[in-house]
C-alpha cells in the first residue's frame, strides 16, 4: 500500500524563487528518500535522510523530517528552469519488509 | 558508461504475446529491482532480487516473472499480455549495507510497454 502522500501535486512558479514540497506517511520509517523524475527519464536520487536525523541539505536542496508528524519537506532553493521534474519521497519501513514506497509525487514547474 | 541500462526503451505488441525487458547494471551491486509506473506516475515495487535470489514479490500475477542469470542482470518476462499491463517499467539496484540500513537506488531509463 501507498507510504507517502506529497503535497501540492503541482507546483510552478517563477525562475529564482523557492519550492516547497511536502511529504507524509503512515507508518514508523527507517530512512526517507527523495526522488526527481524529469519526463520520460528514470527517478535520480537527491538525498537521504535517517529517521534519526531532522535536517539534511545538498546544495540547493533542503530536507527536513519531523517523525513525530510523520511528515518531510523538500526545500530547493533559488529554482532553475531546469528543476522542472516531478519530484518523488520514498520511504523504508521500520521493521518492514525492505522495499521502497514511493509517494504519488509532486510536479514541479519553474518558468522562465 | 552506464549505470544501469534497460532494453527496449519502447515496447509496442498485441493482446496475449509474451515480451521480456533486460536490465543490466555496471555498478557491482548485489540488490536489483523491477517497479511498475503508471498512468497517473504512480511507482509500484514489483520484485527485488539479492545475489540472484528473490527477495519481494509483491502479489504480482504470476504472467511476470524475473530471472537473474547472475547478479548484475534481472529480465522480466511477461506471458500473455494484457491491456492493463501497459506502463512503464523501471529497473533499479542498489548495494547492501549493514543490516538495518538502506541504501539509494539508482534506476534505469525505463522501458514504455504498450499493449494494443
Known amino acids: 500500500s501507498q507510504q507517502g502522500e506529497e503535497d501540492p501535486q503541482a507546483l510552478s512558479i517563477q525562475e529564482g524563487e523557492n519550492a516547497t514540497m511536502n511529504c507524509s506517511y503512515k507508518?514508523?520509517?527507517?530512512?526517507l528518500q527523495w526522488y526527481r523524475q524529469n519526463s520520460g527519464r528514470g527517478l535520480v536520487h537527491l538525498i537521504l535522510i535517517r529517521s534519526n536525523e531532522r535536517e539534511k541539505h545538498s546544495g540547493r536542496l533542503r530536507v527536513t523530517l519531523d517523525t513525530s508528524k510523520k511528515s518531510s519537506s523538500l526545500l530547493i532553493t533559488a529554482s532553475r528552469a531546469a528543476d522542472t521534474a516531478s519530484y518523488f519521497c520514498a520511504t523504508i519501513t521500520q521493521g518492514g519488509s525492505e522495499k521502497l514506497v514511493f509517494g504519488k509525487g509532486t510536479k514541479l514547474t519553474v518558468n522562465p | 558508461d552506464t549505470a544501469v541500462s534497460q532494453t527496449p526503451k519502447y515496447l509496442v505488441t498485441q493482446m496475449g504475446n509474451d515480451k521480456s525487458i533486460k536490465c543490466e547494471q555496471n555498478l557491482g551491486h548485489d540488490t536489483m529491482y523491477w517497479y511498475k509506473q503508471d498512468s497517473k506516475k504512480f511507482l509500484k515495487i514489483m520484485f527485488s532480487?539479492?545475489?540472484?535470489?528473490?527477495?519481494i514479490n509483491e502479489t504480482v500475477p504470476n504472467r511476470f516473472s524475473p530471472k537473474s542469470p547472475d547478479k548484475a542482470h534481472l529480465n522480466l518476462h511477461i506471458n500473455s499480455l494484457e491491456l492493463g499491463d501497459s506502463a512503464v517499467y523501471f529497473c533499479a539496484s542498489s548495494q547492501d549495507l549493514p543490516s538495518g540500513t538502506w541504501d539509494e537506488q539508482f534506476f534505469g531509463p525505463g522501458t514504455r510497454l504498450t499493449v494494443l
Open positions: 507508518t514508523s520509517i527507517n530512512n
Open positions: 532480487y539479492n545475489n540472484k535470489e528473490l527477495i
